[in-house]
């Protein structure tokens, strides 16, 4: 990831709606959930949901696979790993002895 592709990402976050639809996509899981799901477990009106939809999927935090007539959305895992990774890349000039190790941040849930 460079420095353009995580601005994108941050920008797509850095908006309530948005935020919210990527936060549910991931617990919806990798399956996908269709748009017209989204919109009624947001609250959101589709036509604006269209739009935060696009918007996380240009900056790759989503990604949308048709299914007959629907089109699922699901959240971008690597993407938001290459996020992390590139914004702690440099964690303690790049020894990592003293860095949080992130993983101790996730409750213990296995494999997802």
Same mark, same amino acid.
């Given at each position: 990831?460079?420095?353009?592709?995580?601005?994108?990402?941050?920008?797509?976050?850095?908006?309530?709606?948005?935020?919210?639809?990527?936060?549910?996509?991931?617990?919806?899981?990798?399956?996908?959930?269709?748009?017209?799901?989204?919109?009624?477990?947001?609250?959101?009106?589709?036509? +604006?949901?269209?739009?935060?939809?696009? +918007?996380?999927?240009?900056?790759?935090?989503?990604?949308?696979?048709?299914?007959?007539?629907?089109?699922?959305?699901?959240?971008?895992?690597?993407?938001?790993?290459?996020?992390? +990774?590139?914004?702690?890349?440099?964690?303690?000039?790049?020894?990592? +002895?003293?860095?949080?190790?992130?993983?101790?941040?996730?409750?213990?849930?296995?494999?997802?």
């Amino acid at each position: 990831m460079n420095k353009t592709t995580a601005i994108d990402a941050c920008s797509a976050l850095a908006h309530d709606t948005r935020l919210s639809i990527f936060q549910l996509l991931v617990t919806r899981g990798p399956e996908g959930t269709p748009a017209m799901e989204v919109a009624r477990l947001l609250g959101a009106k589709p036509s +604006t949901l269209s739009g935060h939809l696009a +918007t996380l999927k240009r900056a790759g935090l989503v990604r949308a696979t048709r299914q007959k007539r629907e089109i699922l959305y699901a959240a971008n895992l690597d993407t938001v790993s290459g996020l992390i +990774t590139f914004l702690l890349r440099d964690c303690c000039k790049g020894t990592g +002895t003293e860095c949080l190790d992130l993983s101790a941040l996730l409750p213990d849930r296995g494999a997802c």
